[in-house]
């Protein structure tokens, strides 16, 4: 446990840079996706390439856990101007997490429940659970706004769990990309 303080006081430091960097790719990833369709009731299934992240690994063995809820994000809007939206981002989340955990950590491992006890923690050799969660999602279409752009942002909070699952760190992110609007119409 040890550890998780050393990594809390440091808020996994990706530096300024680092961390925008990131928090953009998320957001494009998922703005892409609002841009591809364009007629009046849209279903958009999140896809896409989810590049390496260029960050420093920490030293650290954690379980993750992907609610139900997580995996399986949609978010539904019906707009005046622009009809009705569903866009299923689940899967796209959990795939992007997948690389920058496996990246960012020594070693990962996918855990079935939010709350472990501290016998299978040990058994596990984990230094603590970490549960990442969409906290707000919204996105702007060029008939919203009233600017030639798309654009979209996704918060996430991202919450470290010690071996009593206690709360060790807390981290909001949040993700904003935007592209014009022109660039996806057919």
């Given at each position: 446990?040890?550890?998780?303080?050393?990594?809390?006081n440091r808020q996994l430091k990706l530096g300024s840079s680092g961390k925008n960097a990131l928090a953009s790719r998320i957001a494009?990833?998922?703005?892409?996706?609002?841009?591809?369709?364009?007629?009046?009731s849209k279903t958009v299934v999140i896809q896409g390439a989810v590049p390496t992240p260029l960050v420093s690994q920490i030293p650290l063995r954690l379980g993750i856990y992907y609610s139900d809820s997580f995996k399986n994000f949609s978010y539904e809007e019906?707009?005046?101007?622009?009809?009705?939206?569903t866009i299923e981002l689940g899967q796209q989340n959990v795939l992007f997490f997948r690389e920058l955990f496996t990246t960012l950590f020594l070693e990962v491992i996918e855990v079935d429940q939010e709350q472990l006890s501290a016998e299978t923690?040990?058994?596990l050799g984990l230094d603590g659970i970490l549960v990442p969660e969409i906290e707000e999602y919204?996105?702007?279409?060029?008939?919203?706004?009233?600017?030639?752009?798309?654009?979209?942002?996704?918060?996430?909070?991202l919450r470290l769990l010690n071996g009593q699952a206690s709360v060790a760190g807390e981290w909001h992110v949040v993700g904003y990309g935007k592209s014009e609007g022109g660039t996806f119409q057919g």
């Open positions: 446990m040890d550890k998780l303080r050393t990594y809390r494009a990833v998922f703005l892409v996706s609002v841009l591809l369709l364009s007629a009046c019906s707009l005046k101007s622009d009809g009705n939206w923690i040990q058994t919204g996105f702007l279409t060029p008939g919203i706004s009233g600017l030639n752009f798309y654009s979209a942002s996704v918060k996430y909070n």
